[in-house]
């Protein structure tokens, strides 16, 4: 089943964000080539591509798991999390109905 990780950052994690990112894309790119990565991507500070010095105010994920729980703990061992940087993680089941 799929489902949506949404994480929040801790305040002023922007630096740990950028040095914890190389680890974290990394996970990413394993979903990708297991074919269970839907989407994943930051959610910027601001309206802005690039929000600068702003930064982020966290993660949205959308990938298959076997399970809610498998979920979750892929999320809680996410290099992000253990740095500190997510404050608040949910994980909730999504259905894709768009695009078909």
């Not at 990413?28 to 802005?48: C, F, H, K, N, S």
């Not at 809610?68 to 997510?86: K, T, V």
């Amino acid at each position: 089943m799929l489902y949506a990780i949404l994480c929040d950052d801790t305040p002023g994690s922007l630096e740990s964000r950028r040095r914890l990112r190389p680890a974290h894309v990394e996970r990413l790119r394993v979903l990708q080539r297991e074919g269970r990565l839907i989407t994943a991507g930051p959610l910027p500070a601001i309206d802005a591509e690039d929000p600068g010095p702003a930064g982020f105010t966290g993660n949205l994920i959308v990938a298959e798991f076997e399970s809610q729980e498998a979920a979750l703990a892929w999320a809680e061992a996410d290099p992000f999390r253990q740095g500190g940087i997510y404050g608040h993680v949910t994980v909730r089941p999504y259905k894709k109905v768009f695009p078909e």
